[in-house]
């Protein structure tokens, strides 16, 4: 069975840095584009950065220039560095992923972690 599991929120101040770190465990072949999203109560999650297979990445504009999305393939880990934080990026934060392949061929498609709660405040 093939899971999500992110990891690395936490309280920090405005101005600071944390760094998210998303993995998928079990018999994994591939992944495909994997993307950060984030929720806080009573809005709609939101995307915040994606990776391709390939490498490619793409923000949205609230977090351009202050988060990097980066990916080690090797260890089925993507990685969301958040610098010089701000009291609105609050929220839970979800990887996705929208393709999966274990290595018994099964597909597993707009995958989801559970989330990990990052809080920015003074």
């Known amino acids: 069975q093939v899971q999500l599991v992110e990891s690395g929120g936490g309280l920090v101040q405005p101005g600071g840095s944390l760094r998210l770190s998303c993995t998928a465990s079990?018999?994994?072949?591939?992944?495909?584009?994997v993307g950060w999203y984030r929720q806080t109560p009573g809005k709609q999650r939101e995307l915040v950065a994606t990776?391709?297979?390939?490498?490619?990445?793409d923000y949205a504009d609230s977090v351009k220039g202050r988060f990097t999305i980066a990916r080690d393939n090797a260890k089925n880990t993507v990685y969301l560095q958040m610098n010089s934080l701000k009291f609105e990026d609050t929220a839970v934060y979800y990887c996705?992923?929208?393709?999966?392949?274990?290595?018994?061929?099964?597909?597993?498609?707009?995958?989801w972690g559970q989330g990990t709660r990052v809080t920015v405040s003074s």
């Open positions: 996705n992923a929208d393709e999966i392949i274990d290595t018994a061929g099964l597909g597993y498609y707009n995958y």
């Open positions: 990776v391709t297979s390939e490498g490619s990445t």
């Open positions: 079990g018999s994994i072949l591939s992944i495909n584009t």
